[in-house]
């Protein structure tokens, strides 16, 4: 019997290999002229969290063929995927779905010239481009489509906002009530079309995952875990992100697992900027919470994270680093940490001026490439750093659009993008209308411009006077009442 056993996990084992060495097909439908674009195709995105450090952040794909036939056009691709995971067919912040080895599907593109964002029972999608798929796993990639048309997508966009005003109680109360909707959706849905295992499992850590997030959001307000009720108190302590089986074939289970960590840990931050002892204590509870594998992954995301801000390196690193090399058992994340901080540490002891930063190289959105000091002529300039994947961003241009109207024949307003990806650049502008004064900062934060202003996070706002002299803002957003008086008192 124990032989049989033997063989049938073997013959098992095989099976998953080639499944797992098959070429996923992917064929993009659309309509000849819907996208003015020929052989037009969406990439397949890893998890977000979960890309191997220094890796490319999508899975390897080509295109195979071109048809033209019948008004449409379908291009055929083929990807790499390695085993079942959630993952993202990019357009703007991705369509989530599951991927699957060996998979062949149909992706019907509908493109819209002006895309609409919707909410509650209608909509919730934070990609410019509507999707239809087709094939004999068609519900498995539309389950979290079905479920954020119902309750709102999960992941970025999902967040169910709190404000210190309200009672803490009801706000957790919706949080729950909206999580055991989601699992109730979830059950009905793996019953009516039969969906395997597998699929449940990774999509219910999904939502447990951001439940959890919404769990968390009073924290980052200043409010202490002592004074939730007592059954949320115990949801957020004996919250579990362990399961190396769901972590790494999830994104919101695996980013939301250091979100979790980070929260627990700045409980007296509140919205304040990170500093040295955040990133001891967030450090020291990834080690003491999580364990193996992904105690390596949220380590090395740590470390890397705290890189990121180009002009600052923490007076610990170098005590962490030594630590993180004794602890960590993944050589290609010691590696990966080892050169970050290595380039970190040459750009630093780069000094730049602000000649350098005035230079940097900005285009427009008709392709047009200038500098920085071109922004610049006889009136105060406000420049606005902003990108498409920023929310706050987002928030605050209704404000900034009220303020230029008020003040557009005193101050010049100007938007500068910080993405790496041009297309989400130009896409989000046109949405938001930002067709005229909005750049795209070449390089984004490793510019000289992000470098010298010490620009780490989104927004940022610099204002000139009329002599190009910066002047300062002190934190405050166009949001705050005192961001017009600051514009106001411009000579």
Known sequence: MKK????????????????????????????????????????????????????????????VSVNRQNGFIETKCQFDIPSISCGYLSSGFGYKTFVIPGDSIIVNIVS??????????????????DLTIQGKNQFI???????????????????????????????????????????KYLDNYIQKYHISDVYAQLAKAEIYAVYIDDLLKPLGKGIRLETYPESYKLSIVKANFNDPLVYFKTSDYSSI???????????????????NADFISIYNLIKKKFTDTIKDHLLTQHLSFFLSNPQIIYPSFDSLLTDYKSVCHNQLYRRFID????????????????DDAILSKIMSLNGQSIT???????????????ASWCVPCIEEMPYEKQLQRQLKDKVDFVYLSFDKNKNAWQSKSKSLKLIETNYLMSENFTSAFARFYQISSLPYYLLYDRKHRLLKLDGIRPS????????????
């Open 112 to 129: 819209h010239s002006k895309p609409t964002v919707k909410l509650h029972d209608k909509y919730a999608r934070p990609w410019f481009n």
């Open 339 to 354: 050169s970050s901080y290595s380039t970190k540490k040459s750009q630093i002891l780069k000094k730049y001026s602000v």
């Open 141 to 183: 990639y539309s389950l979290f489509d079905s479920l954020a048309n119902k309750y709102g997508a999960l992941g970025w966009s999902s967040g169910t906002p709190y404000k210190k005003t309200e009672n803490l109680s009801d706000f957790c109360t919706l949080v729950s009530n909206n999580y055991f909707a989601r699992l």
């Open 4 to 63: 049989l056993s033997l063989i049938l996990f073997a013959l098992c084992h095989l099976m998953f290999q080639t499944i797992a060495q098959k070429k996923t097909t992917v064929i993009f439908r659309y309509e000849l002229d819907s996208l003015k674009k020929d052989s037009f195709y969406l990439s397949v995105k890893k998890p977000f969290d979960l890309r191997v450090f220094g890796e490319e952040v999508s899975y390897n794909g080509k295109i």
């Open 372 to 386: 920085v000091k071109g922004l610049f002529n006889s009136k105060p300039v406000l420049i606005i750093c902003w």
């Open 480 to 491: 705050d009442p005192q961001f017009k008086e600051a514009l106001e008192k411009i000579e």
């Open 257 to 275: 697992a250091y979100t979790y960590a980070s929260c627990i840990s700045r409980q007296k931050s509140k919205d304040e900027p990170y500093s």
